[in-house]
């Protein structure tokens, strides 16, 4: 398949570059990248400017060259192309390498405990905040809006406990659902940042989680 056909800009091969739009742009620039099927391919930003649709398109085209066993190495900012794309990650942070890995490897190493997001009946919101405060102690509130709150679970709480305490806030009707998931990568990435600012406060908030950082090998790594 031709390339402009795959990455679906070949309605516009007969229009000069400098009018295409931004996200045309890019697509030509992935294109160029892609001639000659190199072995290995490098794209900045690939998909910035692009609208949601053509972005997981464009992000399909890619993990499919990257199957064919091309090495594709991508620079981004969005933290959400990282994880659909990479099957190994590195992490910069003031233009120094921090951490190297797969995604699920730097979450289980560098996460901090939990997400927990609760829906709650409108007349038991602070009664949910009461409960999680007396049950899962260092608990804290991420983010709060009508009927759902999302509160940060202290690493030293096992998730069999944090089960055992929602089910026992839905049998006294505290809580009408739930969910428990892994610290997300954006905010492993928001620690690394937090780690190495100048701040006291910072530093001694992610004292434990510089150890981490400074204790980790890159043989431990696979490379």
Request: one cysteine or more; a neutral charge.
């Amino acid at each position: 398949m031709h390339l402009s056909t795959k990455l679906m800009f070949h309605h516009y091969l007969d229009i000069k570059v400098k009018y295409y739009s931004g996200g045309n742009k890019r697509k030509l620039s992935t294109a160029v990248a892609l001639i000659g099927n190199p072995t290995v391919v490098l794209l900045d930003e690939p998909t910035s400017g692009l609208d949601p649709a053509a972005r997981r398109h464009l992000w399909d085209v890619i993990s499919s060259e990257r199957d064919s066993g091309k090495c594709v190495v991508v620079t981004s900012h969005s933290l959400e192309e990282c994880e659909a794309l990479c099957t190994r990650l590195a992490v910069m942070v003031n233009g120094r390498l921090s951490c190297l890995g797969s995604v699920q490897h730097l979450k289980s190493k560098f996460a901090m405990g939990y997400q927990l997001q609760v829906k709650f009946p409108p007349t038991t919101q602070q009664n949910i905040k009461w409960f999680i405060a007396a049950y899962l102690k260092d608990s804290e509130v991420v983010e709060e809006y009508e009927g759902m709150v999302t509160f940060h679970v202290s690493p030293g709480i096992a998730c069999s406990q944090v089960f055992s305490v929602m089910e026992k806030a839905k049998s006294e009707s505290f809580v009408e659902d739930y969910s428990i998931q892994q610290t997300s990568l954006e905010q492993v990435f928001l620690r690394f940042t937090a780690s190495s600012s100048g701040g006291t406060s910072s530093r001694n908030k992610s004292s434990t989680f510089n150890k981490s950082v400074q204790n980790l090998e890159l043989n431990e790594l696979h490379l």
